[in-house]
């Protein structure tokens, strides 16, 4: 078996494109708000594009910009009305000066913080705005997720959230994109919906989870996947609430 390394999507790109969920249509539509009409968004570390076709859905033109080859591979499958291109957000290869909006959506924890923001600013017109957001589950209240999400800290006590819009990251986020000096403002934007999804969507939701299977291993991680289709057997739906944190930073003219 081929060994799964920290951030490399490779072998979960059709687990994520079949089951990650997408993001509040709400923050979606108050930063789309704030763009000009025929706006310019390139969305970095794409994925498979869920936020690009959101975002595409919203009006915007949209270029996905996504490093790995597989990822790629689906999203172009999945959304081929979309712009993609072959490029990572410390190198876009997208021109200077020329977007309304350049965004990363579960993915700006990934990479290079500082040379991600120098080459967000590179492609940016004077004025426009960067996001990062990522969509974390909201498990308070529903007993089956909350014992769920209990046995992989049961099986994995050490486990450290790198990918989640709950980690260390997003805690200092703010402060980090007010230090760089390119942005003039800063604001965190917060939503929530529910998605019902089947038990097998729900599984595939969790197969398609890097940075917990790292930290588990195989072994415990295949323990705790047969914990959740106990868990989950019964079930036509497991009902999940979702949070959609986002820091929208607007870069000075």
């Known amino acids: ?4 390394e920290h951030g490399d999507f490779s072998l979960l790109a059709d687990n994520y494109a ?6 509040s249509t709400l923050v979606r539509d108050l930063v789309v708000g704030l763009l000009p009409v ?11 594009g869920i936020w690009s076709k959101m975002l595409a859905d919203g009006g915007l033109s949209v270029t996905a910009v996504e490093p790995n080859e597989a990822m790629r591979k689906e999203g172009l499958a999945l959304h081929p009305e979309l712009r993609w291109v072959d490029g990572s957000a410390e190198v876009t290869t997208l021109p200077d000066d020329a977007y309304d909006l350049a965004s990363m959506a579960s993915s700006f924890h990934w990479p290079d913080f500082d040379k991600a923001v120098k080459e967000f600013k590179r492609i940016l017109k ?29 099986l ?22 007010e230090s760089t000096d390119y942005f003039k403002e800063v604001a965190y934007i917060e939503g929530f919906h529910i998605e019902r999804q089947t038990p097998e969507r729900y599984l595939g ?33 497991v009902s999940a609430k979702y949070k959609t944190r986002a820091w929208l930073a607007q870069l000075r003219s």
């Open 156 to 177: 994995v006590p050490t486990l450290k959230r790198v990918s989640s819009g709950s980690s260390e990251f997003c805690d200092t986020l703010t402060k980090r994109l």
């Open 1 to 4: 078996m081929t060994k799964m």
């Open 205 to 237: 939701l969790w197969k398609s989870v890097n940075d917990v299977r790292v930290q588990a291993g195989e072994e415990k991680f295949k323990a705790f996947l047969d914990f959740v289709v106990e868990k989950t057997k019964d079930s036509e739906f």
């Open 38 to 48: 025929k706006a310019k968004a390139a969305d970095v570390g794409a994925g498979t």
């Open 18 to 23: 079949k089951y990650r969920p997408g993001y």
């Open 126 to 154: 004077p004025g426009a705005y960067f996001l990062a957001l990522w969509n974390t589950r909201d498990i308070a209240g529903f007993a089956v997720l909350e014992e769920i999400e209990a046995k992989i800290k049961e």
